[in-house]
């Protein structure tokens, strides 16, 4: 008769089983959120120049250590925030109507960019993107895959619809629907439109894209 302590002494022995990271290793979300939030109140407050790993930590209640331990330099932890703008990203419209799917993006991104937090960012790191390569390539990118990610969607639905040519430039098309909202905020700087004016611009691009 075979045992369960000689059939069990056939079989390889079980790897130990690691131990879940504790203490300092884990980095915690809610520490890692608070951070993340803390680099938009320093940027809105003092800019990206006279930012520092200092400020923020002070600014989100931890450690500069706590800093160090997700992003090596002020550099690296900027790219990340900007770089998650796009992950956000806007809600893709879908009622059926080229006019009605653009003037629901325009209400979603004046909002946006009339923020007051964004008012003061986007301008101070457009100004440092001029000086800085890797932060131009992600702040372009960040704009570029969310209002641009949304506008491409709505493009094609129009396309599908029969409402625009099929063969639409791609890139002119993005040009004529985000264009005018990003020149008002961040060229003009005009927070406030004047009444209808979002109803009004729905209209003309629509009637601009069916034209192309």
Same mark, same amino acid.
């Given at each position: 008769?075979?045992?369960?302590?000689?059939?069990?002494?056939?079989?390889?022995?079980?790897?130990?089983?690691?131990?879940?990271?504790?203490?300092?290793?884990?980095?915690?979300?809610?520490?890692?959120?608070?951070?993340?939030?803390?680099?938009?109140?320093?940027?809105?407050?003092?800019?990206?120049?006279?930012?520092?790993?200092?400020?923020?930590?002070?600014?989100?209640?931890?450690?500069?250590?706590?800093?160090?331990?997700?992003?090596?330099?002020?550099?690296?932890?900027?790219?990340?925030?900007?770089?998650?703008?796009?992950?956000?990203?806007?809600?893709?419209?879908?009622?059926?109507?080229?006019?009605? +799917? $653009?003037?629901?993006?325009?209400?979603?991104?004046? /909002?946006?960019?009339?923020?007051? !937090? &964004? %008012?003061? @960012?986007?301008?101070?790191?457009?100004?440092?993107?001029?000086?800085?390569? +890797? $932060?131009?390539?992600?702040?372009?990118?960040?704009? /570029?895959?969310?209002?641009?990610? !949304? &506008? %491409?969607? @709505?493009?094609?639905?129009?396309?599908?619809?029969?409402?625009?040519?099929? +063969?639409?430039?791609?890139?002119?098309?993005?040009?004529?629907?985000?264009?005018?909202?990003?020149?008002?905020?961040?060229?003009?700087?005009?927070?406030?439109?004047?009444?209808?004016?979002?109803?009004?611009?729905?209209?003309?691009?629509?009637?601009?894209?069916?034209?192309?």
């Amino acid at each position: 008769m075979t045992t369960n302590a000689d059939e069990s002494a056939d079989e390889p022995p079980a790897r130990p089983r690691r131990r879940a990271p504790a203490g300092a290793a884990v980095l915690r979300e809610d520490v890692t959120d608070a951070i993340r939030a803390a680099v938009f109140g320093e940027l809105a407050a003092v800019g990206y120049a006279r930012m520092s790993i200092e400020g923020i930590a002070r600014r989100a209640g931890v450690g500069k250590t706590a800093v160090y331990r997700r992003w090596r330099s002020k550099l690296h932890l900027v790219l990340d925030v900007v770089s998650a703008m796009a992950v956000s990203g806007f809600p893709v419209p879908d009622t059926g109507s080229l006019e009605d +799917d $653009l003037r629901l993006l325009y209400g979603v991104t004046s /909002r946006a960019l009339r923020h007051p !937090v &964004a %008012s003061q @960012i986007i301008p101070d790191l457009q100004a440092e993107a001029a000086r800085n390569p +890797d $932060l131009a390539e992600a702040f372009q990118k960040a704009l /570029r895959d969310g209002q641009d990610g !949304v &506008a %491409s969607k @709505i493009v094609a639905a129009a396309e599908e619809r029969g409402d625009i040519r099929p +063969d639409i430039d791609p890139d002119l098309a993005l040009d004529l629907i985000s264009g005018p909202l990003y020149w008002r905020a961040v060229v003009t700087r005009s927070p406030n439109l004047p009444k209808g004016y979002l109803q009004n611009l729905a209209r003309a691009t629509a009637g601009a894209l069916r034209a192309l």
